[in-house]
């Protein structure tokens, strides 16, 4: 994965492992929610002063380096 390590880790205890920015709770998934439901990266991080833009677009770059990863899960649909 690119420059998104230095942003994005990962520890069993916390957030059950989920992907977070560093020194936070924050989750990639949160911010990737966020981001698709139309929140600005301005709003986001209103939300959540602890949030750098730099953090944002690395979760954007850390989901990009997951699905361009060899292992392809095919799916039928989107659960709503």
Do not use: C
Not at 52 to 75: C, G, H, K, N, W
Request: no cysteine.
């Amino acid at each position: 994965m690119q420059e998104a390590n230095q942003w994005i880790v990962s520890d069993p205890n916390i957030m059950m492992g989920k992907p977070i920015i560093r020194g936070t709770r924050i989750t990639v998934e949160l911010i990737l929610e966020k981001l698709a439901a139309g929140e600005t990266f301005e709003q986001i991080l209103d939300e959540h002063p602890r949030l750098t833009r730099e953090a944002v677009q690395s979760s954007l770059a850390f989901a990009a380096d997951i699905l361009s990863m060899d292992v392809v899960y095919p799916f039928s649909h989107i659960a709503a």
